[in-house]
């Protein structure tokens, strides 16, 4: 009996040394099961309530873990604001006068502080948040993996060159995306995302006035907010059908080239991502099990684990 238990606890410590050196890159659903037992129930509250007050918070919530994943990986990096010594990503290209939701953020870090004191990440708390928006907008749900740690460093000059641009061609989107592991049939998956959410005039002009695999009425519509000079910041919402439904109507829309950016129509062109994107038309339920299996692969990349990093008290700064 002694035996087998002073046995059973050499085992168990070589089990944690072993996970411990071994698994440090590795994240878990369970992760704050002991730790935090309240985190996943207090963001989920805190997103729902931030949704129903304004539904495009769910598109921003997604789109803020998107643009923290591509930059660094899932780090957080994204919400580390500016000081007069350092120097963050909000201003880049991308991002400024563009992604929001930073208060959301705040507000969720608050609570979850309340709960468990420097114990859950901002990084997981923009998986978490991006998951639970798409669900609150009736999206797909899926287990989201948990135990990154947050960055000390933010990188301007990653963010502007490794999130892609709405003005890009079908080959740069696919490489743009290899470049983070990801295939080009995640690609077009996860720009599903853009079911839900707002684009501003800047971002799509030349599209409306200077392209031709556009629907004549929808672009003309577009123009009516979106004028050849001014009003930059006007906004158009991504899927022209169901603009705060998750659903597959972004497909629907590419097939009737009603894509509002270059890059969305970029997948339904006649190039190679046509088959795919005329699947989602026939088979939501395959895009939605395909979402959310790519929303796991994209917050896998390169996150900070064990000592890595460190768990932040204010998500826009480092401890
Ligand atoms: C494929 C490459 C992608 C490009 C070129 C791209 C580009 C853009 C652009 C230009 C906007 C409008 C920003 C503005 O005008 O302020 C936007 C919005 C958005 N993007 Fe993407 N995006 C891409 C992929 C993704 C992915 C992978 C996701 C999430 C899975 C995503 C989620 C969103 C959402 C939800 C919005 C709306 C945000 C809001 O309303 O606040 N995008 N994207």
Redesign the pocket.
């Known amino acids: 009996m002694a035996i087998s238990s002073s046995s059973s606890s050499v085992l168990k410590i070589m089990l944690l040394l072993f996970s411990a050196v071994v698994g440090s890159g590795q994240l878990s659903p369970t992760y704050y099961a002991r730790s935090c037992p309240k985190a996943l129930s207090t963001i989920r509250a805190a997103v729902q309530s931030a949704v129903s007050s304004e539904k495009?918070m769910g598109?921003?919530l997604?789109?803020l873990?998107?643009h923290d994943c591509f930059v660094q990986g899932c780090d957080g990096s994204v919400l580390l604001d500016d000081t007069s010594t350092f120097t963050g990503e909000k201003t880049a290209g991308?991002n400024q006068?563009?992604?929001?939701?930073f208060d959301v953020i705040d507000n969720i870090k608050k609570q979850v502080e309340a709960v468990c004191k420097q114990t859950v990440s901002c990084a997981d708390i923009l998986a978490v948040a991006a998951r639970d928006s798409v669900v609150a907008l009736g999206g797909p749900t899926w287990t989201v993996k948990l135990g990154r740690r947050d960055s000390t460093t933010a990188s301007l000059s990653q963010a502007n060159s490794d999130i892609?641009?709405?003005t890009?061609d079908l080959n740069v989107?696919i490489s743009?995306?290899s470049k983070k592991g990801l295939s080009t049939s995640d690609?077009v998956t996860?720009?599903?995302?853009?079911t839900?959410?707002?684009?501003?005039c800047?971002?799509f002009r030349t599209r409306i006035y200077n392209e031709t695999n556009i629907d004549s009425a929808y672009a003309a519509s577009l123009k009516s907010n979106c004028p050849s000079t001014g009003g930059d910041n006007n906004?158009s919402p991504?899927d022209v059908q169901t603009p705060v439904t998750f659903d597959n109507n972004y497909y629907n829309n590419l097939v009737i080239k009603k894509g509002l950016?270059h890059?969305d129509q970029q997948l339904y062109n006649g190039g190679s991502t046509n088959t795919q994107v005329n699947t989602y038309t026939r088979n939501p339920a395959k895009f939605s099990n395909d979402f959310a299996a790519a929303?796991v692969k994209?917050g896998d990349i390169s996150p900070l684990t064990g000592t890595q990093g460190q768990i932040r008290l204010n998500c826009r700064k480092t401890n």
């Open positions: 495009r598109a921003s997604l789109r873990h998107f991308p006068n563009s992604i929001r939701g892609p641009s709405p890009s989107l743009a995306f690609m996860l720009s599903g995302g853009h839900i959410g707002q684009a501003r800047t971002v906004l991504l950016l890059s929303m994209m």
